[in-house]
């Protein structure tokens, strides 16, 4: 993980992510600056699940609620970023946020008058 990636504006004290994140040295990096790392542990071919790694599932069902607003807005909306500068990439995604809470808002508006 690259120096800086975590900006403490953007980002609270918890990092979740799965086990491709998980070094000393990411870790380290993480507690240096004040984040708790939620990273998943990798379970050991041909063993039994340990205890300590069955948190995984708990981890797990927080980052499928952010990684299902991604492939949502990849698949469904087709978003691609492609600009200059973070500026209009920043943009870019706000509006892509924006428009998948207003098609929630709409889904959740239809049931509500439906009943």
């Known amino acids: 993980m690259k120096e800086g ?3 403490r504006s953007h980002i609270a004290s918890d990092v979740w992510a799965d ?6 040295a990411n870790e380290a990096s993480m507690e240096k600056h004040g984040f708790v790392p939620k990273l998943h542990r990798e379970k ?3 063993k ?3 205890h ?6 708990g981890k797990s069902v927080i980052r499928s609620h952010v990684e ?15 600009t ?3 500026t209009q ?9 924006i428009a998948y809470d207003m098609r929630g808002f709409l889904f959740l508006k239809r049931l509500g008058t439906s009943a």
């Open 5 to 7: 990636r975590l900006d």
């Open 19 to 24: 086990t491709a994140y998980r070094s000393k």
């Open 44 to 46: 050991s071919h041909l």
């Open 48 to 50: 039994p699940m340990p």
């Open 52 to 57: 300590h790694i069955q948190r995984n599932a």
């Open 68 to 82: 299902h607003v991604f492939a949502d807005q990849k698949s469904q909306m087709g978003l691609f970023i492609r």
């Open 84 to 86: 200059v500068g973070i």
């Open 89 to 97: 990439a920043t943009i870019k995604i706000g509006l892509a946020n």
